[in-house]
């Protein structure tokens, strides 16, 4: 027996396997749906979609912008004579606040009072000079008349060259008097504008030069937002004409302050590649320098907005409507967001939009839209 088997075992193997196939066969048979009947030629091979009809109202949009808060310029502190301080304003300090004109610190006067005082005794000898000479040219020209009457008396004996050099020490004298009187104001160093302070670390006894920044300040005036923004915001803003915008800050009361467009920069950022729009506030005393704020600017009207649902959108900017019993695709322009609804600019919606895509939607699917009365018109809160 044991010898049968083993000349015939791969006959048997084949049979084996043959059998496995055979069971495996009938078994998918019979477990595959019967088709023939009613209930089968009944069933609808086209995906169900459900649509709306969109009706066209106005819309004003709203667009959302984060910003930070920045100063136009930032002043170097540098005095412009040379000293020692002597006196600085306790206002003088990273984060205070100062009025124009208000002292920063005072350098002391000293050597400048010395000076004016040298070029006042200066002006003095000078006109004293002058007088002198003025004197011996009159004494000189009767002279002259008395021995040579028909003669002009030569200058050097008039003493023209000596009276113009002492005129001239004159003048020197005094530009020389204003200047020293001109670095004697300046050793008190006083806020150019309504300011704050950035940063110092100056203290009395330090000798500083016309050379050195001791601190830096920046205009509360020149305080600003600097909103970053994209082609398609900026197209949703339209024109800039000074419109009136709102910043979410917490140092507000409300945290709202009211704020205007002023300009647009002229070149895109080399890195994002996005614009630049800069807002002014009229409370500038509320924002911090670094500070990030959220800017909301009213766009400009659409004449014309479809409100769907947010469900048909299947990107940012794409939808599906019904034509002629087919799915197609449509890129529209989303003007913004009120609850649940998307704002588009209006569009060619076919016979319908498809409010919740189905998962194989492509160009060209059949599909079978909800019946006429089965059809949605979405409310636009249209007045």
């Given at each position: 027996?044991?010898q049968?088997v083993?000349?015939?075992?791969?006959?048997?193997?084949?049979?084996?396997?043959?059998?496995?196939?055979?069971m495996?066969?009938?078994?998918?048979?019979s477990?595959?749906?019967?088709?023939?009947?009613?209930s089968?030629?009944?069933?609808?091979?086209?995906t169900?979609?459900?649509?709306?009809?969109?009706?066209?109202?106005?819309f004003?949009?709203?667009v959302?912008l984060?910003?930070?808060?920045?100063?136009?310029t930032?002043?170097?502190?540098?005095?412009?004579?040379t000293?020692?301080v002597?006196?600085v304003?306790?206002?003088?300090?990273?984060?205070?606040?100062?009025a124009?004109?208000?002292v920063?610190?005072?350098?002391?006067p000293?050597?400048?009072?010395?000076?004016i005082?040298?070029?006042?005794?200066?002006?003095?000898?000078?006109?004293?000079?002058?007088?002198?000479?003025?004197a011996?040219a009159?004494?000189e020209r009767?002279?002259?008349?008395?021995?040579?009457?028909?003669?002009q008396i030569p200058?050097?004996?008039?003493r023209?060259?000596?009276?113009?050099?002492?005129?001239?020490?004159?003048h020197?004298?005094?530009?020389?008097r204003?200047?020293?009187?001109?670095?004697?104001?300046?050793?008190?160093?006083r806020?150019?504008?309504?300011a704050?302070?950035?940063?110092?670390?100056?203290?009395?006894g330090?000798v500083?030069?016309?050379?050195?920044a001791?601190?830096?300040?920046?205009?509360i005036?020149?305080?600003?937002?600097?909103?970053p923004?994209?082609?398609?915001?900026?197209?949703?803003?339209?024109?800039?004409?000074?419109?009136?915008?709102?910043?979410m800050?917490?140092a507000?009361?409300?945290?709202?302050?009211?704020?205007?467009?002023?300009?647009?920069?002229?070149a895109?950022?080399?890195?994002?590649?996005l614009?630049?729009l800069?807002?002014?506030?009229?409370s500038?005393?509320?924002?911090t320098?670094?500070?990030f704020v959220t800017?909301?600017?009213n766009?400009?009207?659409?004449?014309?907005?479809?409100?769907l649902?947010?469900?048909?959108?299947?990107s940012?900017?794409?939808?599906w409507?019904?034509?002629?019993?087919?799915?197609a695709?449509?890129?529209?322009q989303v003007?913004?967001?009120e609850?649940?609804m998307?704002?588009?600019r209006?569009?060619?919606?076919?016979?319908?939009?498809?409010t919740?895509?189905?998962?194989?939607?492509?160009?060209g699917?059949?599909?079978?839209?909800?019946g006429?009365?089965?059809?949605a018109?979405?409310?636009?809160?249209?007045?």
């Amino acid at each position: 027996m044991s010898q049968f088997v083993e000349r015939h075992a791969g006959a048997l193997q084949l049979f084996f396997v043959i059998a496995v196939i055979g069971m495996a066969l009938l078994l998918s048979i019979s477990l595959r749906p019967d088709t023939s009947g009613p209930s089968a030629a009944a069933r609808p091979t086209n995906t169900v979609v459900s649509i709306v009809t969109p009706v066209a109202t106005p819309f004003r949009p709203s667009v959302r912008l984060n910003g930070v808060v920045q100063a136009r310029t930032v002043t170097r502190v540098i005095p412009q004579v040379t000293g020692r301080v002597i006196k600085v304003s306790p206002a003088f300090r990273p984060g205070a606040s100062v009025a124009r004109g208000e002292v920063l610190f005072v350098i002391d006067p000293s050597d400048y009072e010395l000076a004016i005082e040298r070029t006042l005794a200066e002006i003095e000898s000078a006109r004293s000079e002058l007088t002198r000479l003025e004197a011996e040219a009159a004494a000189e020209r009767e002279i002259w008349r008395g021995q040579f009457p028909n003669r002009q008396i030569p200058d050097l004996i008039a003493r023209v060259p000596q009276i113009a050099a002492a005129k001239a020490r004159i003048h020197s004298g005094e530009a020389a008097r204003q200047a020293a009187e001109l670095a004697l104001s300046r050793t008190t160093v006083r806020a150019p504008f309504d300011a704050r302070v950035l940063e110092t670390e100056l203290d009395v006894g330090q000798v500083v030069g016309s050379t050195a920044a001791l601190g830096s300040m920046f205009s509360i005036d020149s305080l600003e937002i600097v909103v970053p923004v994209s082609a398609e915001q900026r197209g949703l803003i339209g024109p800039l004409n000074g419109q009136r915008v709102s910043i979410m800050t917490p140092a507000a009361s409300e945290g709202v302050v009211a704020g205007k467009l002023v300009r647009a920069a002229a070149a895109l950022d080399e890195r994002t590649r996005l614009g630049t729009l800069y807002v002014a506030t009229e409370s500038p005393d509320l924002l911090t320098v670094g500070e990030f704020v959220t800017v909301e600017i009213n766009g400009e009207d659409a004449a014309d907005s479809y409100r769907l649902p947010a469900t048909a959108l299947t990107s940012r900017d794409r939808l599906w409507v019904v034509e002629d019993g087919r799915l197609a695709g449509r890129t529209v322009q989303v003007l913004g967001r009120e609850g649940e609804m998307a704002v588009v600019r209006v569009f060619d919606d076919a016979d319908g939009v498809v409010t919740v895509p189905p998962a194989n939607a492509r160009d060209g699917l059949s599909v079978s839209p909800r019946g006429p009365g089965a059809l949605a018109t979405v409310d636009n809160g249209a007045n």
